[in-house]
């Protein structure tokens, strides 16, 4: 079945830094990936998601790209905030099995 | 519109006690989950309902029991609890997306703690 594996676990950046993560999966047919946020206390949200026809997707200062051919796909944070501090997940399903592969999390940290 | 609501949010339980942690959700999804999370260990799968009427096994269903009891309504029991299942959990249910894809909606959490 699908794997999916997350790095790194904890991020630390400088408030204004660039923060990047990056997932792998196992399953050459999956075809969406979305990341969501969770902030302390609550459930994931989403955030931002990318289908197999494209290669990367933009909304203000996050981004994600994806690379079908090496099966991975990254979050890109931009001039981070203390709001962007929190736990952040990728995941991938395929049309055959809607279910979400989760990967297991990383923890940004934003430092002032 | 609420979307996903679980009950209680946090819990204490002796060894061996039983509780059920209610889910509902307003949404009209077909497919309702329960994960839950462990620190450095994300989100695991304990039982999913792809649709009403339907229950299946995740990743970690040991010592835990589903009931969907109709659409809206996802519950899971705890018969014994043991000290291991301290964890928080966290139901969601999820709609698929034109173009394909499917977004998941989670509830807040439910704090379990076991003594």
């Known amino acids: 079945g699908e794997n999916v594996e997350q790095h790194p676990s904890t991020l630390s950046v400088q408030e204004g830094d660039s923060a990047v993560i990056k997932c792998t999966y196992s399953d050459s047919a999956s075809n969406y990936f979305p990341w969501y946020k969770q902030e302390l206390g609550k459930g994931p949200q989403l955030i931002i998601d990318?289908?197999?026809n494209v290669g990367e997707k933009k909304d203000q200062r996050i981004a994600v790209t994806l690379n079908k051919t090496a099966k991975h796909f990254s979050l890109h944070i931009t001039e981070t905030q203390p709001e962007d501090s929190a736990v952040y997940f990728c995941a991938a399903s395929k049309n055959s099995n809607y279910q979400l592969i989760w990967g297991a999390g990383t923890k940004l940290i934003i430092k002032p | 519109n609420a979307g996903v609501t679980q009950t209680p949010k946090f819990q204490v339980l002796k060894t061996g006690q039983s509780m059920t942690l209610q889910c509902a959700q307003d949404m009209n999804h077909n497919s309702m989950y329960w994960y839950r999370q462990d620190p450095g260990m994300g989100l695991r799968l304990i039982y999913y309902?792809?649709?009403?009427?339907?229950?299946d096994k995740g990743e970690v269903p040991n010592g835990y029991n589903v009931s969907r009891l109709n659409k809206r309504e996802f519950s899971l029991r705890l018969e014994s609890a043991a000290p291991s299942q301290t964890s928080v959990y966290f139901c969601?249910?999820?709609?698929?997306?034109?173009?394909?894809?499917?977004?998941?909606?989670f509830g807040q959490g439910t704090r379990l703690t076991v003594v």
């Open positions: 309902s792809a649709s009403e009427g339907t229950t």
């Open positions: 969601a249910s999820t709609e698929y997306q034109r173009g394909g894809g499917t977004e998941a909606f």
């Open positions: 990318i289908r197999s």
